[in-house]
């Protein structure tokens, strides 16, 4: 596709469950990103993947919160247990370096409601 | 420690010129971005600074001061869809960005 995609658009969920949320990063980008952004607020950096490289976790608030990344392709966020305080929009950006300026390329979000 | 500093709200009259200041502390500098973020929408990519001066892209235009830790965007001719959130982020390491809350510009007839 032309831009990065994430699904779902919207989630609810009651306390407790689990969640996976999907991202679709542009072809070719090799780096991709996972925020969290609650209402209101800037972008809580999670995670980090950059090709075969081990990921950068440092974001990642708890041990609730794991994702995995398929290559330089799909990403998947998953959330165990959530808490209401999990109640936030997830975002995915991919990027690709070019000449020294890292543009990062954000996907739609996916809308967490915790009940 | 990092920081990220950018007012939390502006309010501008459609035409004119309003100028959003951010200023940052953080162990390392690789750059410095702006997006913009409309209410409910992922943010997108306006401007990249990562040597002093300004750089000018249409009606938005970006400075940097690197001594002074200092970046602003200037919006011109100021349009109703001009109503966003604007988000500065510094770029600290090789890919880590550190974000500011972002300033919410409201434009008024």
């Known amino acids: 596709g032309a831009g990065v995609s994430q699904s779902p658009s919207n989630k609810v969920t009651e306390k407790g469950k689990d969640v996976e949320l999907r991202c679709d990063p542009i072809?070719?980008?090799?780096?991709l990103y996972w925020y969290r952004q609650r209402l209101g607020q800037g972008l809580e950096f999670l995670i980090y993947f950059q090709g075969n490289s081990a990921p950068d976790k440092s974001g990642l608030p708890s041990d609730r919160f794991s994702a995995e990344r398929t290559g330089e392709s799909v990403s998947t966020l998953t959330i165990q247990r959530t808490q209401q305080e999990d109640s936030a929009v997830y975002l995915c950006a991919s990027s690709l370096i070019a000449g020294g300026q890292e543009t990062q390329y954000f996907g739609p979000g996916t809308r967490l409601l915790v009940l | 420690g990092q920081n990220i500093d950018q007012p939390t709200e502006m309010t501008a009259t459609e035409g004119a010129i309003v100028q959003i200041n951010c200023t940052y502390q953080?162990?390392?500098?690789?750059?410095l971005f702006w997006y913009q973020q409309h209410a409910g929408e992922a943010p997108t990519f306006l401007s990249y600074n990562v040597l002093d001066g300004l750089e000018e892209k249409g009606r938005f235009s970006s400075f940097l001061s690197r001594s002074k830790g200092y970046s602003y965007l200037l919006l011109k001719e100021l349009q109703m869809k001009d109503s966003a959130s604007y988000l500065c982020a510094v770029k600290e390491s090789n890919y880590q960005l550190i974000w500011g809350a972002g300033t919410k510009l409201i434009i008024k007839p």
């Open positions: 072809s070719g980008h090799t780096a």
């Open positions: 953080t162990s390392g500098f690789n750059g």
